[in-house]
């Protein structure tokens, strides 16, 4: 019962262009959404996140886009840099399971090309 | 500012030894989470403490592992005895109420 989705193993993208990465839900009770960077040998990294009170939060070249309707959201990353290569985790959290409690996706891992 | 603290950061055990990994959260965070990341299952919550106190520990795997929090700045993960399959990165992160954790580097156990 994978709760939380993300289809797309790996990414790769162009230098300077657009990073989109997707992730899907199935548990309508999730109210708030994060994404998370990790990589090789540490930890993963809070990046940004939203409450389902919102459709788009912003922070730098990070902008993060909730549809609820669709159960769907998504990571925006403008301009893509090298150093943004990383596998990005998207996580989800629903009061009714304990508000701290988040759901992992698998992630995606997005390489940056120069 | 330190962040998360884990220790070892790599651990090489035999089947049947006893495994304990440790974690100093963020000062001033209040609650602590386990989690374990492997393959087959990603990322997935063990347990975790609201002021020292465990809240819900439904993912532990079983019996062989147990998880204590003697004080705000001090948690350990035990796996007696342990096997091949708990081999993974195990990752501990804190929260300060907050629902943003911030994890420590891991500690990678491998089991022979």
């Known amino acids: 019962d994978q709760q939380v989705k993300q289809n797309s193993p790996s990414l790769s993208v162009q230098e300077g262009r657009i990073s989109i990465l997707n992730c899907d839900y199935t548990?309508?009770?999730?109210?708030?959404f994060l994404w998370y960077k990790k990589y090789p040998a540490e930890g993963p990294t809070f990046l940004i996140s939203i409450s389902s009170i919102k459709d788009k939060n912003e922070d730098g070249r990070f902008t993060v886009f909730l549809n609820k309707s669709a159960k769907h959201l998504s990571l925006h990353i403008v301009p893509s840099q090298p150093g943004d290569s990383a596998v990005y985790f998207c996580?989800?959290?629903?009061?009714?399971?304990?508000?701290?409690?988040?759901?992992f996706g698998q992630g995606t891992r997005l390489t940056i090309n120069p | 500012d330190a962040g998360v603290i884990q220790s070892p950061r790599h651990e090489v055990t035999e089947m049947g030894q006893e495994v304990t990994l440790r974690c100093k959260p963020i000062s001033g965070h209040n609650s602590l989470f386990w989690y374990r990341q492997t393959m087959m299952r990603g990322l997935e919550l063990l347990i975790y403490f609201n002021n020292n106190v465990p809240i819900d520990d439904s993912g532990m795997p079983e019996d062989r592992f147990s998880a204590k929090m003697p004080n705000a700045s001090f948690s350990t993960l035990k796996i007696q005895p342990s096997e091949p399959r708990d081999s993974a990165v195990y990752f501990c992160?804190?929260?300060?109420?907050?629902?943003?954790?911030?994890f420590g580097p891991g500690t990678r156990l491998l089991v022979l």
């Open positions: 996580a989800a959290s629903a009061p009714n399971q304990g508000a701290q409690k988040l759901v």
């Open positions: 548990n309508s009770m999730f109210d708030y």
């Open positions: 992160a804190s929260t300060p109420s907050g629902r943003a954790q911030y």
